[in-house]
């Protein structure tokens, strides 16, 4: 099963964000989470993982742009693009001080919209920037760590470290969409080809990689053995 998009939709206009929560439940690629509040959005970023981020300019509570300084004050580097209605608004929007990516005028159509997001979506897969869901964990592979969720008594958690191998199987099977990936094609990825590595050196480097990220110590839940190779256990 592919990976969802996670799409925070954050507009105070009713019919418009229901109408494209459905545009967007007609595609499995997407799932959307939606509010109608600036200071619902601010909070939905900062405590959330998204993949993408859609926001108005002209709320009640908090202008857009504001919402998108604060967004990106709080370290959240999700692409962002902004819905408006006033054409006058691209400068401000697009500024630097803005934080946002992009921006739709009011009204387009869906289509439009939905190729501006997977463009921005393929650009920030290969950033520096990249946040992805591996099971509970949050996977930053510019960082080289996964970080667990928040300790529901309120215990601090520590990120688990990842040398540069590991994260490399992590971002290419990830990228799978959760479907088998053979370990000659791992090899050739992670090591690059005619290196002279062994399918045992993958082996090795997959046993130490399940020792860090599997739940349960001695189970495979997360990083899945397959005919041939290995998947990543997705949503």
Known sequence: MAV???????????????????????????????????????????????????????????????????????????????????????????????????????????????????????????????????????????AKKLTPPEDPAGRPVRDIRLTEKETNILKYLYRAGGKAVKREELLEEVWGYNSGVTTHTLETHVYRLRQKIEPQKGEAILLLTQPGGYSLALG
Do not use: C, W
Request: net charge negative; proline share 4%; aromatic share 8%.
């Open 4 to 142: 969802k998009k996670r799409v925070l939709l954050v507009d105070d206009d009713n019919t418009l964000r229901e109408e494209l929560v459905a545009q967007f439940a007609m595609y499995d690629e997407f799932e959307t989470h939606d509010v109608s509040t600036g200071t619902e959005g601010l909070e939905a970023a900062k405590s959330q993982t998204f993949d993408m981020i859609i926001l108005d300019v002209d709320m009640p509570d908090m202008q857009g742009t504001e919402v998108a300084k604060l967004i990106r004050a709080a370290g959240v580097a999700t692409p962002i693009v902004m819905l408006t209605g006033n054409t006058g608004d691209a400068d401000q929007i697009l500024g630097l001080d803005s934080g946002a990516n992009d921006y739709v005028t009011k009204p387009f159509r869906f289509g439009v919209l939905l190729a501006r997001l997977r463009a921005h979506l393929r650009s920030f897969e290969q950033s520096e920037d990249a946040v992805f869901q591996v099971g509970p964990y949050s996977f930053k592979p510019a």
